[in-house]
């Protein structure tokens, strides 16, 4: 089946600073990337959509200065946590397509962020 | 604005035994689609099952089914002979308007 991979799964960083998080379609073109974020034994959080070739949909709330997103290729889009702090730490998940563009809707394996 | 609800924080069942896990929606749009996830403690969400919104005939999918009532704006799903490898956190989210919504979740634990 189709796969999104995700990566890294885990990563550790400083305060102050970025870290940049992948979402890779593997086996189809996803002209559409969701971000999410999930704190522990809570629900995901939808914080931007992304487009190929467009600027991201940010959500109410998320800072877009600070969560950037890219989504330059049919099958990569980037999320880069910049000036990070311990408040940003969370498990951040990526989903790729659309269920009414190619009736798929994948989800990557996770990335757990932890800022010291 | 569309809206997900789960009631069940949590829900046990004994294995081999059926059990139902709840589900409503509420949003505007008329095409839309619903689904169920299971998150194991690996994190990973994982497809269960997945219903189009014009399509009347519950989706079933070896022992997960769900009982799709649109007008009451109802998603539930039946899991059926439950085995321990069910044992995860499972959502209901919704598609609509271009964008994913979620619920709270229900953290299901299966009894041996």
């Known amino acids: 089946g189709a796969v999104v991979s995700q990566h890294p799964s885990w990563v550790i960083c400083k305060s102050g600073t970025s870290v940049k998080i992948e979402c890779r379609s593997l086996?189809?073109?996803?002209?559409?990337m969701f971000w999410y974020r999930q704190f522990p034994k809570q629900s995901l959080m939808l914080m931007a959509t992304?487009?190929?070739?467009?600027?991201?949909?940010?959500e109410q709330g998320v800072e877009k200065d600070k969560f950037l997103i890219n989504h330059a290729s049919l099958t990569l889009s980037t999320l880069t946590v910049t000036s990070a702090h311990p408040e940003d730490s969370s498990f951040y998940i990526c989903?790729?397509?659309?269920?009414?563009?190619?009736?798929?809707?994948?989800f990557g394996s996770g990335t757990q962020l932890s800022v010291l | 604005a569309q809206t997900v609800t789960q009631s069940q924080p949590e829900m046990s069942v004994q294995e081999a035994e059926t059990v139902t896990l709840s589900c409503t929606y509420d949003?505007?749009?008329?095409?839309?689609?619903l689904f169920w996830y299971k998150q194991p403690p690996s994190r990973q969400m994982i497809l269960v099952i997945r219903?189009?919104?014009?399509?009347?005939q519950n989706a079933t999918e070896n022992r997960f089914s769900v009982n799709f009532q649109k007008a009451a704006k109802s998603f539930s799903l039946k899991i059926s002979d439950s085995q321990l490898g069910d044992a995860a956190m499972y959502f209901c989210?919704?598609?609509?308007?271009?964008?994913?919504?979620f619920g709270t979740g229900t953290r299901l634990t299966i009894i041996p």
């Open positions: 219903q189009e919104a014009y399509k009347q």
């Open positions: 989210p919704l598609f609509g308007n271009e964008k994913l919504t």
């Open positions: 086996d189809f073109q996803a002209t559409t």
């Open positions: 992304s487009n190929e070739g467009s600027k991201a949909t940010y």
């Open positions: 949003t505007s749009e008329s095409d839309y689609y």
């Open positions: 989903s790729a397509g659309t269920p009414a563009t190619n009736e798929k809707l994948f």
